[in-house]
């Protein structure tokens, strides 16, 4: 299906801002020429994604939140990056088929969904790996709904439970609101996690991101009852994140601009394992490391 149309009057994202992007930027700062930073292996995924040789990731430039502790804020804020052709964008995905990544990986890329919905049309007959939607959560059900028997597996955040904090952080009142509704779709269409003979990597599910922010632990325990009392058991995995690190605006924000501290963590893991939400991951307090970052630097960006 054709989904030009959308650039027309864009409402690609809850924000529904309406721009006709084929002749100016919409909210997300993009226009409808996509642009993308980095093209390669990436080994700092779930294990189920990134596997032994790694997750073929494409991280778009622009972003729909305006998140003020953003890692990768060189790229979805200041919207580093380098123009790419529907066909450039269907040729770097055999390339890293080719390289041997275990699933295609989309990272940030609702603004550029009609576009990216032709590259895959291209490479659909070629293309043996699962295709990872990697989202910061904030998408409408129409848009999931479009992605149907594109997207494989399903890599949404799920950041705040408040509107205060949602709004004050990332610019979106309407967060839990529009991500809770949107993850209740990915379950829908993919169904229970399923994976490969080896029982290693994931071939088709949903695996829900949680980042533990400083000073938010009472949220994010809100946020695990939900999933309890919402989300059907074993129809998705839960991983649990401590890798917050204050980046970009975040010393704008003093409450946010440390590390979360282990009792803040441990409280919120402790609550995972009580409410028995312990299929999936949780990461070691350590891993709060600016080198889980890639550098966006156009690796595997090749205009050919």
Not at 114 to 139: M, Q, R, T
Not at 192 to 214: C, N, Q, T, Y
Request: glycine share 6%; charged share 25%.
């Amino acid at each position: 299906m054709n989904f030009d149309y959308m650039y027309d009057s864009c409402s690609l994202c809850p924000r529904n801002c309406n721009v006709n992007r084929r002749q100016s930027a919409g909210y997300c700062g993009c226009t409808d020429t996509v642009m993308a930073a980095r093209a390669a292996l990436h080994h700092w995924e779930e294990p189920c994604i990134s596997g032994s040789r790694g997750s073929g990731t494409v991280f778009f430039s622009g972003c729909t939140l305006r998140c003020c502790f953003c890692q990768n804020y060189s790229i979805s804020q200041e919207h580093f990056g380098r123009e790419l052709t529907v066909e450039q964008l269907s040729r770097i995905f055999l390339r890293l088929q080719d390289e041997g990544a275990h699933n295609i990986n989309l990272v940030t890329a609702t603004q550029y969904l009609p576009s990216v919905l032709k590259a895959l049309d291209l490479v659909k007959s070629k293309l043996f790996i699962p295709v990872v939607y990697n989202c910061g959560g904030y998408e409408s059900v129409e848009v999931i709904k479009a992605l149907e028997g594109y997207v494989d597996i399903w890599l949404p955040d799920l950041k705040y439970q408040s509107s205060d904090l949602s709004a004050r952080y990332s610019n979106a009142a309407d967060y839990f609101e529009k991500a809770s509704e949107a993850i209740k779709q990915m379950i829908s269409q993919t169904g229970a996690p399923r994976f490969d003979p080896s029982g290693e990597l994931m071939e088709k599910g949903v695996i829900i991101r949680h980042m533990v922010l400083p000073g938010a632990k009472d949220d994010s325990i809100a946020l695990l009852t939900w999933i309890k009392d919402e989300l059907e058991k074993e129809m998705y995995y839960i991983s649990l994140l401590s890798q917050y690190t204050p980046f970009y605006k975040s010393v704008q924000y003093p409450e946010i601009n440390r590390r979360i501290t282990s009792y803040e963590y441990n409280k919120v893991l402790n609550k995972a394992i009580e409410l028995d939400l312990v299929q999936g991951f949780m990461q070691e307090k350590s891993s709060a490391k600016e080198e889980y970052t890639p550098p966006f630097d156009l690796e595997g960006i090749i205009i050919d």
